[in-house]
């Protein structure tokens, strides 16, 4: 069992910056990729980016390659977002999520295990 709580939303504006990070507990956090998702308003939920468990692969979204970065701290349990040069589109409530395989984060909208997620809203 995998308990997600992500922190550091906010409001910001328009090419600002902001990091996430999402606080894992139990003691396989280091054995799962992890992944954020976003759900902007009137949209449906989306990948933005994932880490394999060693972080040796990270995977990106297009939208967000070259602004965002995720990264993980095994020893803190603790994984981040990066997110630079943010744009008013990127407003959304962000959610972090652990699964076994990279794959399904990437490919998939699923995960095994997520948080409750965290608002960000970019103003213009």
């Known amino acids: 069992q995998v308990q997600l709580v992500e922190s550091g939303g906010g409001l910001v504006q328009a090419g600002g910056s902001l990091m996430l990070s999402c606080a894992a507990s139990?003691?396989?956090?280091?054995?799962?990729?992890m992944g954020w998702f976003c759900h902007p308003p009137g949209k449906e939920q989306e990948f933005v980016a994932a880490i394999t468990w060693s972080a040796d692969e990270t995977y990106y979204a297009e939208s967000v390659k070259g602004r965002f970065t995720i990264s993980r701290d095994n020893a803190k349990t603790t994984v981040y977002l990066q997110m630079n040069s943010l744009k008013p589109e990127d407003t959304a409530v962000y959610y972090c999520?652990?699964?076994?395989?990279?794959?399904?984060?990437?490919?998939?909208?699923?995960?095994?295990?997520w948080g409750q997620g965290t608002q960000v809203t970019v103003s213009s």
């Open positions: 999520a652990a699964d076994t395989r990279p794959a399904t984060l990437v490919k998939t909208v699923t995960a095994a295990y």
């Open positions: 139990g003691r396989t956090f280091s054995t799962y990729a």
